[in-house]
Structure formats: C-alpha cells, structure tokens
C-alpha cells in the first residue's frame, strides 16, 4: 500500500462534522478512513462492509484440523497403518476433505461478490477496515 503524505482540507460547521463523526462511527471507522472510503470508493453514497470474522474462525478450525491430521501422520508413521483403524482415518480425511472444500468455495464467492460490488472488508475485531 502506497503511503498516505498528501493532505487534503474540508471546512465543516460543528454539526458537519458531528455527523460524518456519527456515521464513521456507526461503520466502525474513523472520520479519516471514512471519508476517504465514501468519496474514492462508493458511487452511490453508500459503504458495504463484509465482516470476515467467520472467515477467521473458519481458519483457525482449519489450523486445528491440520494439526490434527499432523498427529494422524506421525501415529501411522510410529505405529503403523495396521495400528489404526482404516474405516475411522477414511471417515476424518472425508471430514477435511469437505472442511477444506467449503471453506475453498466460500471465499471464492466472497471474492467474487467483493469485485462485484465494491465491498470493503473488515476483520470484526477493532473494526479496522482491510485493503
């Protein structure tokens, strides 16, 4: 991302300003990073924010599920594939396999709605906008 040096200056009156305060505020940002989204990225005066929190869930249970798959591998390496029972191991890849599907699909169609529609992403945790 290329650094933020320019400046510009808008002239407010109190009530002005409370405003655009109130409405950065209600979209979790500041009066800066508002602005800046409402005039360089919105046609229609309107800001969509897509939360992606469930998208960083989503990647932490993946964390745990690869883990887990870690273990699965170092046990059969140690043990042996006879050690272990064939029908549970087919029955968890199943399960990461799907895991891994639907989490594949879901951003692929939060990315296409994201160009679609001009969306800014935001992580849910501070209300930060993304990109």
Same mark, same amino acid.
């Given at each position: 991302? =290329?650094? +933020?040096? $320019?400046r %510009?200056?808008i002239r407010? !009156?109190?009530? =002005? /300003?409370?405003? @655009?305060?109130? +409405? &950065? =505020?209600?979209?979790?940002m500041t009066?800066s990073d %508002? &602005?800046r989204?409402?005039l ?5 005066? %309107? *800001? +969509? *924010?897509?939360?992606i929190?469930? %998208?960083?869930?989503a #990647?932490? =249970?993946?964390? /745990?599920?690869?883990t ?7 046990? #059969?390496n140690?043990?042996?594939?006879? !050690?272990?029972?064939?029908?549970k191991?087919?029955?968890? @890849?199943?399960?990461e396999?799907e895991?891994? $599907?639907?989490? &594949?699909?879901?951003?692929?169609? #939060?990315? /296409? $709605?994201?160009? /679609?529609?001009g969306? *800014?992403? !935001?992580?849910g945790?501070?209300?930060?906008? #993304?990109?």
């Amino acid at each position: 991302m =290329e650094p +933020r040096t $320019e400046r %510009f200056y808008i002239r407010m !009156s109190r009530t =002005e /300003k409370r405003r @655009l305060m109130k +409405r &950065a =505020e209600h979209y979790h940002m500041t009066a800066s990073d %508002f &602005a800046r989204t409402l005039l360089l990225q919105s046609d229609d005066g %309107f *800001i +969509r *924010i897509v939360d992606i929190a469930p %998208f960083k869930n989503a #990647l932490y =249970e993946l964390s /745990k599920q690869g883990t887990n798959l870690n273990q699965l591998m170092k046990f #059969l390496n140690t043990h042996g594939a006879g !050690s272990y029972d064939s029908y549970k191991t087919r029955q968890m @890849l199943r399960k990461e396999v799907e895991t891994f $599907e639907q989490i &594949a699909n879901a951003l692929i169609s #939060l990315r /296409k $709605e994201i160009a /679609k529609h001009g969306v *800014i992403l !935001s992580d849910g945790d501070d209300g930060s906008v #993304l990109g």
